[in-house]
């Protein structure tokens, strides 16, 4: 069985910085509740009209990552796209990559699990790797929140939080079984769907003609809803039960990480689990205060970033990890 390995990383964020007090100019907030409350202080939104999309940042990142992995786009011999905010309600963006790198025919394939998006992403792409089915594959994590933000009060507690960029990875196989990613685990609790989440446009509850003749424009079900007290106390838990679960696979102990990269939700969740397992400040990545939470961007611009500032050495045991809408989760361990 063969391993598969980081080969590459990229990340692209728009070039429009949004401070938390250009926020306080639309809505009744203020920087000290943010950065209080979640450690942002400012995040990155595009400018209506310059072309940026989920796609088109997804491109830009993977341009950079096929790059630096020295492989040629043409051997990529799949594509795995995670995003909860697509260009079009279908066809998903995974093919619009194929067209706009003018990839070969490979197969793309889109995946649906907000936050942890990115390590349900790898762990696929892992599986197609050990198994000898493919040998490169890019996988992709964009998101564009603010073209579907509530950009008033009532849609504060939510709206200060999220922005917009993408990240990518190449993923290569090895035949070095030493390093590359050790494991992968997924999980995902139904119940609580609702506590974070955007119900429409959906086909589940209504029909389309009822909502377009509705034209109801206090309906909020098109904005996304947080029950933020709730997520928080269960991404505390799950995010150290994950980790712990990597560890334990391969036969590792909190002292053996040398690089966490927790999805980047809330700093006060990286901080809890960095508290708690005893790591000091140079093992945990956090780069929320600058571009707020990106969702299924937010682990590969992490990576990325860390990879960029020499933080990720040969050899190292890294750990990446996130909680979010679904509820789903994970971690993947890595020996860089
Ligand atoms: O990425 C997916 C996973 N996501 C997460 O893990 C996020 C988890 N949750 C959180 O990060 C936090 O719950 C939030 C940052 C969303 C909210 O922080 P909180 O400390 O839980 O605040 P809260 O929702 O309990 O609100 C406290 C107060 C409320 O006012 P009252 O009722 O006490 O008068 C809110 O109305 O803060 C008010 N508030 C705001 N004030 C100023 C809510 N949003 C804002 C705001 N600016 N943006």
Redesign the pocket.
Known sequence: MYTSKISGLGYYVPENVVTNNDLSKV????DE??QE??GIKERRHVIKGDGDTTTTMGVKAAKVAIERSGIDKDDIDFIIFATLSPDYYFPGPGVLVQRDLDLKTVGALDVRN??SGFIYAISVADQFIKTGMYKNILVIGSELHSTGLDMTTRG??????FGDGAGAAILSRSEDNSKGILSTHLHSEGQYAEE?ALIAPGMGKRWVTDIIQENDPNDESYFPY?N??F??KN?VVRFSEVIMEGLKTNNLDVFDIDMLIP?Q??L??SQYIQQKFKLDDDQVFNNIMKYG?T?AASIPIALTEAWEQGKIKEGDTVVLAA???GFTWGSAIIRW
């Open positions: 809505m009744d907030t203020n509740w943010i409350r979640t907000q936050c504060r507690s939510v709206s200060v939080i974070l947080m933020g007290q997520v928080f991404a999805h939700a809330n006060r969740i939470n969702t909680f979010g809408s």
